[in-house]
């Protein structure tokens, strides 16, 4: 079946550092990626996706790119802000009318 | 535009007794999900309704647990009776299918259950 593994946090940055949050898949098919994000006391909100090999989704500085050689979607900002602490949860989608199967999500916690 | 609605925000309640979580999903929207988000097991998809039909409850723990959507605009999670371990965040997921696989879905802002 599909799966999703996401690296363990919590992710703990002062701000302006670089951020990865390291994805891969496992999937029968060709899925769609996608990066959601769920804020304190929120339900998660898509954050970027990717359809196909070799898109870059991007959205508020944060980049990933489907790589599908490697089955990865790595999450990278340049530069973090405060205003990033979140849980990140990597997702994909088979195209069953976006069913989605998560990652366990990771905890960003960015400060000053 | 209102988002998915969810209520109540918070319950807490004990065991044994009937839990029922409400959902009301975004206008237009043919897909509707239920999700359960715990520490320990992450993000889990309980059941899904296309066009208010069950489509998929495989996620669905056991017998306890009930969803219905009399219509477009509603449905409810129902647990009966309730355990300790169903303490968790419920969410409602809505979208609208494109023939495309976007993945975009819109989240309530969740039902935190505490059985005690």
């Known amino acids: 079946g599909d799966s999703v593994t996401q690296m363990e946090g919590p992710v703990t940055l002062s701000e302006e550092a670089c951020l990865t949050i390291?994805?891969?898949?496992?999937?029968?098919?060709?899925?769609?990626l996608f990066w959601y994000v769920q804020y304190p006391g929120e339900g998660l909100q898509l954050l970027l996706k990717?359809?196909?090999?070799?898109d870059k989704g991007s959205n508020k500085g944060f980049e990933a790119t489907y790589r599908k050689e490697t089955t990865s979607f790595h999450l990278e900002k340049g530069s973090v802000q405060v205003s990033d602490s979140a849980v990140y949860f990597c997702?994909?989608?088979?195209?069953?009318?976006?069913?989605?199967?998560f990652g366990t999500g990771t905890r960003l916690q960015v400060t000053l | 535009d209102a988002g998915v609605i969810q209520s109540p925000r918070h319950e807490v309640t004990e065991m044994g007794q009937e839990v029922t979580l409400r959902c009301k999903p975004i206008?237009?929207?043919?897909?509707l999900f239920w999700y359960r988000q715990t520490m320990m097991r992450g993000l889990e998809l309980l059941i899904y309704?296309?066009?208010?039909?069950?489509?998929?409850d495989s996620g669905m723990p056991e017998d306890r647990f009930s969803a219905k959507m009399p219509n477009a605009s509603f449905s409810t999670l129902k647990i009966q009776p309730s355990e300790p371990r169903d303490s968790a965040v419920y969410f409602c997921?809505?979208?609208?299918?494109?023939?495309?696989?976007?993945?975009?879905?819109?989240f309530g802002e969740g039902s935190r259950l505490t059985v005690l």
């Open positions: 206008s237009g929207h043919d897909y």
């Open positions: 390291n994805c891969t898949y496992t999937a029968t098919g060709y899925p769609s």
């Open positions: 990717a359809t196909k090999a070799d």
């Open positions: 309704f296309n066009n208010n039909v069950p489509i998929d």
């Open positions: 997921a809505s979208t609208h299918w494109v023939g495309t696989n976007t993945g975009e879905l819109f």
């Open positions: 997702a994909l989608s088979t195209g069953t009318a976006s069913k989605l199967t």
